[in-house]
């Protein structure tokens, strides 16, 4: 109960300014704990879109035997985005009217042939669109040059802040002959074929993501719902051109830093 001061000031009791301590720690701690819970149902939304988007490329191959984007035969379908196919590769479309793929098994090569197959992996989202598979608008082509993407525009955005997934094939060839990106795995242990990358913006007409989330919160991730590793199993760490690393040796990097963006296989 607050009372006077012998100079005439009301004060506080101990049992007062204990009460409101308690609340301040009430309060901060559930701050502290809604934030938690709110990363925690983002990084759970990653491993739902992954599956989400994995599940939609088996259903297209079940329907239309062919992977999305390399569909060779997709206009007699839905139409043509440009009647000159070497024009349509680079027509935007956000209707059905779409382009063909060249039909190689393949989204997208990484090497020699990329200049005239690099719009797959666009068209890809586009494709599924059309088939009802996912509910993403795309543009269907590349924002500049060959392989620059931007999030939402023609590729998806995902539910985790600033972040989208590409889509596209990626072998031990493609690193072989020198296509920056993926983590140097000393066991070998590659994405097979199809992967679905997740990551954030990236600067330049690059095949790679932009790093996304922090080595710590990827660690995380990574146990909850793989092998715990960013070199080996389902998901797998992208390197970085500059240090620091979201990876150090071959175990994630203990930093808060925004230092990684993820591949996941999908046995493609």
Partial sequence: MSRKNPSGKQGYSLLEMAIVVVIIGLIIGGVVIGRSLIRNAELQSIMGEYGRYKQ????????YFALPGDFATA??????????ASTCITTASTTKLTCNG?????????????ATTYYEQFRAWQ???NAGLISDTVSGISTSGTYAYTIGVNIPASQFSG??????????DDRDGGVEGLAATPTGDIPANLVLWFGGRYFEDSNRMGNIISPNDAADFDTKFDD??????????QSNIAS?????ADAYTESNAVLCALVFKTGF
């Fill in 244 to 248: 620091p690393n979201c990876v150090t």
């Fill in 127 to 129: 494709h599924l669109s």
């Fill in 75 to 84: 206009t007699s379908i839905w139409g043509a985005a440009h009647a000159t």
């Fill in 228 to 237: 715990g590793l960013p070199l080996t199993g389902v998901i797998i760490t």
């Fill in 56 to 63: 939609a490329v088996i259903s297209f191959q079940d329907k």
């Fill in 163 to 172: 972040a989208g997934w590409r889509l596209l094939n990626y072998t031990e």
């Fill in 102 to 114: 060249d039909g190689n098994g393949r989204i997208t090569d990484q090497q020699s042939s990329y």
